[in-house]
């Protein structure tokens, strides 16, 4: 698929797309603005908006404007239909679109945004203490298509609510009671059901996000290797996913179809990453996808890991040029401390050199910067190609500076 495919989902074309879905569902469309997309050449679209509608069933055209997330995913000729999910089809595009919750790749997702099915659920796998009294959710996450969280509480408790597609479910449970039985910090998981939803307990503590951000405390380059050495050798033995940086063509290929300016430089830059990272067995213990978000902290002392869904064989030096390639993407951000983030993110790699190769380090970190300069276009960055851009220059940086 290529940029007629961003087109026709992003573009003037999809006006006429979502009005008629929201018209179709008994709604008029009033305006709407792209929130995130998710474009994989070759294989699929998808983009999650912030629209405005008004609903007949709310009074017409009396009625108040109400925000809602709708979805729309760009598939084939011949997909075939999912109840409540429209698909409109020209002959050459077939275009499905859906209403929050009703995700057609999330089966699970209305039952987690519904509180009284939430209660019952809850009371069903044994959480009696969340399913008492009224139960409170607020989206935390979602990714249309792929995945979403949501937290439940009551006055009293908290849990929070994973939704994956069905086939992912079970695969997800074993890596959360792998690493919790191994004695971990990782949430403990209280329950699934079939259709895709993992019920998981809170950790203590807050996300490292916000020590990095304040200027806080954060855990030394040797605290966080310390934490990847708890991994139990049975995670080399889960199922293999590639990481970030072995996908760097992947990611350069995104660019190019949304930039095709930068096509060409994002290009090279994969294949240098390519270049450096290739022959290296993957076969040691890994998080899969570690930065400061996925680490929680009280008083700088690492007390939770999360999002554990890709924990599995790898390379060392992936978990740690993850988080370096974050730090110094965060560096990027308004309204962040760049120099501090950079000198933090390269205070990180120095600690690290020490434990994995510095040049496969760099190269990592490079190949991780590259899967994040598609992060501006993603979520519709009023200036995406101007940020993405310098997201572009940082990888350069990384390929040809020594870490630290």
Not at 37 to 51: C, F, I, L, Q
Request: net charge negative; aromatic share 4%.
């Amino acid at each position: 698929m290529g940029q007629s495919d961003l087109d026709l989902l992003t573009g003037a074309d999809a006006t006429e797309l979502l009005a008629t879905a929201v018209s179709t569902a008994g709604g008029e469309l009033v305006d709407w603005s792209v929130r995130q997309v998710d474009h994989r050449p070759g294989r699929s679209t998808t983009v999650a908006y912030r629209a405005r509608v008004r609903w007949a069933s709310d009074g017409g055209v009396d009625a108040p404007v109400r925000t809602e997330t709708l979805g729309a995913s760009l598939g084939r000729p011949g997909d075939q239909q999912v109840p409540g999910v429209l698909t409109l089809d020209d002959g050459e595009h077939a275009v499905a679109v859906w209403r929050f919750p009703g995700d057609p790749a999330l089966p699970a997702l209305a039952t987690a945004y519904d509180a009284e099915s939430v209660a019952t659920l809850l009371g069903d796998l044994g959480v009696p203490e969340v399913a008492r009294g009224p139960v409170t959710l607020r989206v935390r996450a979602y990714r249309p298509t792929r995945r979403a969280v949501i937290e439940a509480s009551t006055p009293g408790a908290r849990v929070f609510l994973k939704v994956v597609r069905p086939d992912k479910v079970d695969d997800l449970h074993e890596r959360h009671a792998l690493l919790a039985g191994a004695g971990l910090p990782v949430p403990k998981p209280l329950g699934r059901n079939a259709d895709g939803l993992l019920v998981i307990a809170p950790l203590a503590g807050e996300s490292m996000r916000h020590a990095v951000r304040d200027g806080g405390a954060v855990p030394t380059a040797a605290e966080v290797v310390g934490m990847l050495d708890r991994l139990p050798d049975e995670v080399a033995l889960l199922p293999r996913r590639t990481s970030w940086s072995e996908n760097a063509g992947h990611y350069a290929s995104v660019i190019g179809a949304a930039l095709p300016a930068e096509a060409g430089r994002a290009a090279h830059l994969a294949a240098v990453v390519g270049d450096r990272i290739s022959g290296l067995t993957a076969d040691e213990p890994t998080h899969g996808d570690l930065y400061e978000a996925q680490v929680m902290l009280e008083s700088g002392r690492i007390t939770g890991l999360l999002d554990v869904d890709s924990a599995g064989p790898g390379r060392r030096a992936d978990d740690l040029a993850c988080l370096v390639a974050h730090l110094e993407t965060l560096s990027l951000l308004r309204g962040w401390d760049a120099e501090r983030l950079r000198g933090l993110a390269r205070e990180y790699a120095a600690g690290f050199c020490g434990v994995v190769d510095p040049t496969e380090l760099s190269a990592r970190v490079a190949g991780v910067l590259l899967s994040l300069a598609t992060g501006p276009h993603r979520v519709q960055e009023a200036d995406w190609p101007a940020q993405t851009s310098r997201r572009l220059d940082a990888v350069e940086h990384w390929l040809t500076g020594a870490p630290g």
